[in-house]
C-alpha cells in the first residue's frame, strides 16, 4: 500500500518559532510537493521538488522554505511563523498519479 | 499561467440522484485533468482522470467528460450515496508521468442527503 506519511497531523506554535513539518514518501517518486488548504481557496503550491536538493517555487513561496535531503523526505520550513501561516498542510508525490499525505493542520498563536 | 475556476462551490443533493461539477482551464496547452475526492480529516485521493485525446471517461458511477475546444470539463456522479459526500477537486495540467504540476480549482463540497 502506497504512503504519504507527515510527521504530525496537528500542531500549535507561537507567532515567531521556527516550524518543521516533515514529509516521506515509500514510492521512490522523484516529484514531491508542498500545498496550503485553505476554506474557498483550494489547493496553493509552496514549493516542489523534481530531485534530491532540487527546489522550484510554487504560488506562495513566500514565508516558507524547503529542504530535499533524500529522495523519500521533503521538509517544509517556517522561518519564523506567523498567525495568517495557520492553515493544512499537505504532501504530495507524484509518479503517473499524485498521491497526498493526510495533512498537518497548523495553528500558530 | 493557468488558471482554473470550478463550480457549484456547494452542492446538495439527494441519494440516488446525479452530481454534476463543472470547471473550466485557461491555458490550451493543458493535456491532463484529473479529478481529486478528499474525505473528511483525509487528503485527497484520485478518482478519475481524463487526457485530452479523450472525450469521455467511466468508472462505475463516476464520469468525467472533456471538452477541449470550450476548454471546460466535468464530474458527473450517478445514483449518489452517502458517501459520496466529500470535497471534490478538479486539475489541469501539462504534462504526464511524473513532471506534471497540477493547478488546483478551488473545490466542490458535496452533501448527499439520505
Known amino acids: 500500500d502506497v504512503k504519504v506519511t507527515q510527521s504530525s497531523r496537528y500542531l500549535v506554535k507561537r507567532t515567531g518559532e521556527k516550524v518543521f513539518l516533515e514529509c516521506v514518501q515509500d514510492?521512490?517518486?522523484?516529484?514531491m510537493f508542498w500545498y496550503r488548504q485553505d476554506p474557498g481557496l483550494g489547493l496553493r503550491l509552496i514549493y516542489f521538488s523534481y530531485d534530491v536538493k532540487m527546489k522550484e517555487k510554487g504560488d506562495i513561496p513566500e514565508g516558507y522554505s524547503v529542504s530535499r535531503e533524500k529522495k523519500e523526505r521533503f521538509s517544509l520550513i517556517l522561518e519564523s511563523a506567523s498567525t495568517n501561516q495557520t492553515s493544512m498542510y499537505l504532501c504530495a508525490s507524484s509518479g503517473d498519479e499524485q498521491f497526498f499525505g493526510p495533512g498537518t493542520r497548523l495553528t500558530v498563536l | 499561467g493557468e488558471n482554473v475556476e470550478q463550480h457549484p462551490s456547494t452542492l446538495s443533493v439527494q441519494e440516488g440522484d446525479s452530481a454534476v461539477i463543472k470547471c473550466t482551464y485557461s491555458d490550451s496547452a493543458s493535456n491532463y485533468f484529473p479529478w481529486y475526492k478528499q474525505e473528511l480529516g483525509k487528503g485527497p485521493q484520485l478518482i478519475i482522470d481524463?487526457?485530452?485525446?479523450?472525450g469521455e471517461k467511466k468508472d462505475q458511477r463516476i464520469a468525467v467528460t472533456l471538452n477541449k475546444t470550450a476548454k471546460h470539463f466535468s464530474l458527473h456522479i450517478t445514483e449518489t450515496q452517502p458517501e459520496d459526500s466529500a470535497v471534490y477537486f478538479c486539475a489541469a495540467s501539462y504534462g504526464s508521468g511524473g513532471s506534471y504540476i497540477p493547478t488546483f480549482g478551488r473545490g466542490t463540497s458535496l452533501i448527499v442527503h439520505p
Open positions: 514510492m521512490d517518486h522523484e516529484n
Open positions: 481524463i487526457r485530452s485525446n479523450v
